[in-house]
């Protein structure tokens, strides 16, 4: 289980207040990108849980909250309100082991890059904010040309100055390309 889920989990099971679990898992998420600044942020938002019925589920219970907190980030999206019987998360989830481990799969912890071209797909998506600083490398050593080079891992340089023109070039292509522009 990792440190996220196992966070979220405990705090399902410490809280049973909408409001307290609000700012529990604003607190999680933002620990979690404080270690990642170009993530873009965790959203939560507190709904009225009666505008869901017949779109996340079908016929409403007694002992449901009348605010659900809809998480979001990129394309993921969830909802979480409390029920008679606990909490529950996209009329799928009632098990708080569930809940957990469904809501620490956000992307902003499951997407961090591990090569350029992951981090490329992240610009690409929105999922990170562009940004020239702050960009991690992902191993080897730094390219002789740092110049308009965002990250590199041991097989590719990310090169450009914004995401329109951002490309991942194979590290000896690159070299080559330096030579050329040097001489």
Not at 58 to 68: E, K, P, T
Not at 88 to 109: G, Q
Request: charged share 25%.
């Amino acid at each position: 289980m990792n440190d996220a889920q196992s966070r979220i989990e405990c705090a399902l099971l410490n809280f049973n207040d909408l409001e307290a679990i609000n700012r529990e898992l604003a607190s999680i998420y933002n620990l979690i990108q404080s270690d990642i600044p170009l993530a873009i942020p965790v959203s939560l938002e507190v709904v009225e849980t009666k505008s869901l019925q017949y779109r996340i589920f079908y016929q409403a219970g007694y002992g449901m909250s009348v605010n659900s907190i809809l998480i979001s980030q990129g394309e993921f999206e969830s909802y979480l309100w409390s029920d008679c019987d606990g909490w529950c998360l996209d009329d799928d989830y009632w098990d708080v082991r569930e809940i957990a481990r469904h809501l620490s799969k956000i992307p902003v912890i499951v997407d961090y890059p591990k090569n350029v071209g992951e981090l490329y797909n992240n610009f690409v998506q929105g999922l990170w904010v562009f940004s020239l600083s702050n960009v991690p490398s992902f191993g080897g050593e730094p390219p002789r040309d740092l110049e308009e080079v965002i990250s590199w891992d041991q097989k590719n340089v990310l090169v450009g100055t914004e995401v329109s023109n951002m490309e991942i070039v194979p590290r000896e292509t690159w070299d080559n390309i330096c030579e050329r522009e040097s001489t």
